[in-house]
């Protein structure tokens, strides 16, 4: 296979692509295929392209694969013309050459491919825009659907293959759909359906909920729970008619594009919308029509809120609000934004949610407070490092936050509990699903789970892991021992030790978060990069409240603000807002959000 040439943008020769593509009919509509020619392996790949019309009795196999850097490129042979494509195509058609297409009982032989890069003219913006309207239908249509990984490597790729043989059972796929460099899920999600119709999916394959099931926890030994995590997202987003919007997140998370507005066009066929591609558009606004209007906005919005927040870099110009799809890859949102999940509405009348100006959202609520102290958070993914970091934090939050006078189990007796607060602000991703109790190891009071019970009781007990000087000193700050001095043997045997694992996973997700404490008292965590003076909002969009802050340029926009990102604030989390609206006591305001 000839090796890559050196960095350079793909040429947009009129005359080279004159000489292989000539016009495609829209009506009816035509598209191309390709057949891969003979050759030797050290030659680059020769093919010869044709253009036929979309129907069911053309036999064609279809191909998916990371386009990769399109600065680095590779010359292969089209109609007898030069054409550059990425190193990633490049190689998969030197393998479908040297090996053959795949083929099965179902399939048969197959001598014509798709490949997006090559099958359309990539200069000529009209064409694209209707062929990348059609991808759907010619995915539907081909006899295989065929998925390039790239060349074997045992790190990343033979594990991904490994761990599908291993589901493919699970979900009745039998092992002759998946080649040892390509793999085929063809008659399960493109051929045999009039539209992406997971829902089908899921009923051809028995029991789903066992099924699935088991094919999460094969997953997660094989892959990690990251991608189990995407997967479950994707399932409830199929079953829940998610909008547009929410499918390019979920796909975000995955995998980027080339072109960033390929992030909405390229899950166009998935859900039901009535965007049409057009790349004469820009980001901005390709991805402000994917956001939509009306009801769709309203059920759109707490998902895109999740990867949306002031950035350092923005470079496509858009505002706060709206989430950068081509960046949420590798991206941690602010906790989970079911899709379509409705918070308890406002009893007074309020405006639903608007975009004005393709820029500025305009959205009802109630402002809460503001934020007047902030710690950024020091958690890492070492589990003694957290350890430490945890009753120092502790420390730091009686003396700093709260300003203690009192030890902290006389506060319990007074019917103060920081410690408890402090808690249940840091578990707050999983708070919810935990089983509760109200009475351990011989303490009683509030309900928390047997995890945080556990934290709680062996940070009042002394058992802090820190020295001897570190003590002294959080004694000092406290003015006060630290601990309610029980046995050391107490809560800390290795009975109890998976609880304090469990809670310090916990402490993994807040690696990269910030305490705040608002005017009005209360204690809250959000995204690094709140500060003081930011604006406390509940606006109804999802259960947590968001963050604003006012825009300090001069002019017309000096009544706006910006999204800083979703944050969870004890005493606001939960529908709270309304009560205190219905009392008078937060009321209604409009934020332009730009």
Known sequence: MSTGSSPQAPSSSQGTQRGIYGHLSRTPSEFRILKILPGPDDQPVCCELQNQLLTSDVRYAAISYVWGDPRITEDIIVNNERLQVTTNLASALWHLRKYGLPKNEQTGEIQWLWADAVCINQHHIPEKNHQVSIMGTIYRGASSVLSWLGPPEPERLDRALEAIREVAPILNVTSEYFDYRLYMYDEYLMRHSDKYDYRKFLDRIGNPVEMLTAAFEKLTEKLGPLLVDVLRHVRNMMREDAPLSAAAIFAAMLAKAEDPRDMIYAVLSLVPNDITPDYDKSVHDVYVDAIGCGK?????????????????????????????????????????????????????????????????????????????????????????????????????????????????????????????????????????????????????????SSASWHFLAVCLGGETEMTDAEQEEASRRLGAPLGLGLPRSGPRTLRYEHLMVEFLETMKYSEDKTLFRTDQGQLGIGMRGLRQGDLVCDVRCDKLPILLRKLESPGPDNSRFEFVGRCYVSGLSNDEAVDLVDKGELKIETFEIQ
């Not at 608007?354 to 102290?373: D, N, P, S």
């Not at 730091?396 to 249940?424: C, K, N, W």
Request: glycine share 8%; aromatic share 8%.
């Open 296 to 448: 769709e906005l309203q059920r759109t919005l707490p998902v895109c809120l999740t990867y949306a927040g002031k950035r350092t870099e923005n470079q496509h110009g858009l505002p706060s609000w709206l989430p950068d799809f081509s960046a949420i890859l590798g991206r941690k949102g602010f906790l989970d934004a079911r899709v379509g999940s409705q918070p308890i509405p406002f009893t007074v009348e309020t405006q639903p949610p608007k975009i004005v100006g393709h820029h500025v959202l305009c959205i009802q609520g109630a402002g809460c407070g503001r934020v007047e102290l902030v710690k950024q958070l020091d958690f890492s993914s070492d589990r003694e490092h957290n350890v430490r970091a945890l009753f120092q934090l502790c420390v730091d939050y009686l003396a700093e936050f709260v300003g203690v006078d009192t030890p902290p189990y006389q506060m319990a007796t007074e019917g103060r509990r920081p410690l408890r607060e402090l808690i249940e602000v840091l578990d707050c991703k999983k708070s919810d699903s935990r089983n509760k109790v109200s009475t351990y190891l011989g303490f009683s009071g509030p309900r928390m």
